[in-house]
């Protein structure tokens, strides 16, 4: 069993700042990369910021410059830093790792439950 925790969400104005975190637990080998998602109402679920197990990270345009994704992998968690939050970030989010779980033989995408951001204006 893995399990994926968000925590960190909330309520924030215009011009503020969040951190999220998700820790991974559980049997779990390794984990590769690590990334955040979000999805707002009405609209797809969309890549936010993504960071491989060497550190290289990658992000959407819409939060490049104002977001930081990093990971403590001692601690097998990822965080997302928010900075210069906007109302369009208003989403839940999610943190998803691709893991070897102890006793497989292959990685499998596991997903978090979500944490709600809400900016307004």
């Known amino acids: 069993q893995v399990h994926l925790v968000e925590s960190g969400g909330g309520s924030v104005q215009a011009g503020g700042s969040l951190k999220l975190s998700c820790a991974a637990s559980?049997?779990?080998?390794?984990?590769?990369?690590m990334a955040w998602y979000r999805q707002a109402p009405g609209k797809k679920r969309e890549l936010v910021a993504a960071i491989t197990s060497g550190g290289t990270t990658n992000y959407a345009d819409s939060v490049k410059g104002r977001f930081t994704i990093s990971r403590d992998n001692a601690k097998n968690t990822v965080y997302l830093q928010m900075n210069s939050l906007k109302p369009e970030d208003t989403a839940v989010y999610y943190c998803k790792a691709k893991l070897l779980q102890i006793g497989l033989m292959i990685e499998y995408e596991y997903w978090g439950q979500g944490t709600q951001v809400t900016v307004s204006s």
């Open positions: 559980g049997y779990i080998f390794s984990i590769d990369a």
